[in-house]
Every structure is written in structure tokens, then in C-alpha cells.
């Protein structure tokens, strides 16, 4: 599992296997799909965590961006 954030607020939305997690931004649909549900209504977001900056930083390291 993979814990998903929104790149611009840094917050963890919730947990996605990797299919999910290197696809979900691809899916053009507002609502009445998994992917697009997710992204309106993230599992993890009233929780309020944050993604750790440093994972950010090693991610972006090793993929070089
Ligand atoms: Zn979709």
C-alpha cells in the first residue's frame, strides 16, 4: 500500500495499491467511478496528516524531478 497525497497541499488523502496510486490523477470523471469518488471525498482527509516532506524529497531524488 501507498500512502496518497495531494502533490499541491501536501496532504494525505488515503492508502493505494500502486495501480491506483500511479494512475488515480488520469481519471477524467467527476463522480460515478471509484477513482473519481475517491479524489471528492478522500478517506484520509478529515483526519488532516500530512505527507512527510522528507518522502517527498527522497521520491523526488530517485525519480529525478
Ligand atoms: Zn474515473
Known amino acids: 500500500m501507498f500512502v ?3 502533490p499541491a497541499g501536501l496532504q494525505a488523502r488515503g492508502l493505494l495499491c500502486r495501480h491506483c496510486n500511479t494512475r ?3 481519471c477524467p470523471h467527476s ?5 473519481g469518488d ?3 471525498n478522500p478517506p484520509a482527509a478529515h ?6 516532506r522528507a518522502a517527498i524529497s527522497r521520491k523526488s531524488r530517485r525519480s529525478g524531478a
Open 4 to 6: 496518497d497525497h495531494d
Open 24 to 26: 488515480l490523477e488520469t
Open 31 to 35: 463522480t460515478g467511478c471509484a477513482w
Open 38 to 40: 475517491y479524489l471528492n
Open 47 to 52: 483526519l488532516g496528516p500530512t505527507y512527510p
